[in-house]
């Protein structure tokens, strides 16, 4: 993969595709942790942007679509094909984890050496006057937010065998997941790399810091855009995706802070695998 990044100038510090942030002029970015100097990190062009959201979109909706599929064979039972569409997504995520991992190594050799938090925003939030503290507090008003964006549906809601929560509600849910702890493990494993160590970390840790030169102020609403419809894998989803994609990414923008983010959308996992224990304890 080609590095996502820009090259404006040709002197030593240039790092190939690598361009000078534009933070440093920008009152809203230094709004950092009070009492630290102003992080300065490489940024994406709009092709990079893009070129980033593709490598984690299309193969999801490869694994979905076509892999699955093909490795649940011919007629497949509804617990066979749901146990085999949960393991592709699990590993898309993974590799989201992954590709966030290998372009941060690339980074850190093109530019100068800065710590992994720094580079991911995984730090307290903060304003230019208060770091962590009751800021936290604000978690809990973006979760109330995106509870009620999943109260909304839009449009279609997807094939029964591919919607989730239509799967549990049926009778092969229900006896799918019947004292089935190894398959509950890995929707917990497929949660966390959901909301954690896969898109959050992709969308808000990596991406959203790299935005503001190509898009300016408007970088979290289009990094919204971007993640809901990096649903390929569940496209009826996409219109919710992209207002939980906002609230994710305001409040990761707002607070300098993927933490924000990850806590928002790690309540809804909680709650799925609060919702799923009883079927699966029996």
Same mark, same amino acid.
């Given at each position: 993969?080609?590095?996502?990044?820009?090259?404006?100038?040709? =002197? @030593?510090?240039?790092?190939?595709?690598?361009?000078? &942030?534009?933070?440093?002029a920008? /009152?809203i970015?230094?709004?950092?942790?009070?009492?630290?100097?102003?992080?300065?990190?490489?940024?994406?062009?709009?092709?990079g942007?893009? +070129?980033? %959201? +593709?490598?984690?979109?299309?193969?999801?909706?490869?694994l979905?679509?076509?892999?699955?599929?093909?490795?649940a064979?011919?007629?497949?039972?509804?617990?066979?094909?749901?146990?085999?569409?949960?393991a592709?997504? #699990?590993?898309?995520?993974? %590799?989201?984890?992954?590709?966030?991992?290998?372009? $941060?190594?690339?980074?850190?050799?093109? &530019?100068?050496?800065? @710590?992994?938090?720094?580079?991911? %925003?995984?730090?307290?939030?903060?304003?230019? #006057?208060?770091?962590?503290?009751?800021?936290?507090?604000?978690v809990?008003?973006?979760?109330?937010?995106?509870?009620?964006?999943?109260?909304?549906?839009?449009? /279609? #809601? =997807?094939p029964?065998?591919?919607?989730?929560?239509?799967?549990?509600q &049926?009778?092969?849910?229900?006896? #799918?997941?019947?004292?089935?702890?190894?398959?509950?493990?890995?929707?917990?494993?497929?949660l966390?790399?959901?909301?954690?160590? =896969?898109?959050?970390?992709?969308?808000?840790?990596?991406l959203?810091p790299?935005?503001r030169?190509a898009?300016?102020?408007?970088?979290?609403?289009?990094?919204?855009?971007?993640?809901?419809c990096y649903?390929?894998?569940? /496209?009826w989803?996409? /219109?919710?995706?992209i207002?939980?994609?906002?609230?994710?990414?305001?409040?990761?923008?707002?607070?300098? &802070?993927?933490?924000m983010?990850i806590?928002?959308?790690?309540?809804?996992?909680?709650?799925?695998?609060a919702?799923?224990?009883p079927? $699966?304890?029996?």
């Amino acid at each position: 993969m080609n590095p996502p990044f820009r090259r404006t100038d040709a =002197g @030593p510090a240039a790092s190939v595709g690598v361009t000078r &942030s534009p933070f440093a002029a920008d /009152p809203i970015a230094n709004k950092l942790v009070p009492g630290s100097p102003a992080v300065e990190l490489p940024q994406c062009s709009k092709a990079g942007v893009l +070129a980033v %959201w +593709a490598a984690a979109a299309l193969p999801m909706g490869v694994l979905a679509w076509v892999i699955a599929p093909a490795v649940a064979g011919h007629a497949p039972s509804e617990k066979h094909f749901a146990v085999t569409l949960l393991a592709a997504l #699990t590993f898309g995520l993974i %590799w989201q984890a992954a590709l966030v991992l290998m372009l $941060v190594l690339r980074e850190n050799r093109n &530019s100068p050496s800065m @710590p992994l938090r720094d580079r991911l %925003w995984l730090r307290a939030p903060a304003t230019a #006057t208060r770091r962590g503290g009751r800021l936290w507090w604000w978690v809990g008003a973006y979760a109330i937010g995106l509870a009620a964006v999943n109260l909304i549906a839009f449009g /279609p #809601t =997807g094939p029964i065998d591919r919607n989730f929560g239509l799967f549990l509600q &049926s009778a092969a849910g229900k006896a #799918t997941f019947h004292h089935a702890w190894g398959l509950y493990a890995l929707v917990a494993v497929l949660l966390a790399f959901n909301t954690f160590l =896969g898109e959050e970390m992709l969308f808000r840790g990596f991406l959203l810091p790299r935005m503001r030169s190509a898009f300016g102020r408007a970088d979290w609403v289009v990094n919204g855009i971007l993640f809901g419809c990096y649903h390929l894998h569940e /496209p009826w989803v996409i /219109p919710n995706a992209i207002l939980t994609g906002f609230l994710c990414a305001y409040s990761t923008r707002r607070y300098r &802070s993927a933490w924000m983010g990850i806590a928002i959308h790690s309540i809804e996992s909680l709650f799925i695998l609060a919702v799923l224990f009883p079927l $699966v304890a029996g």
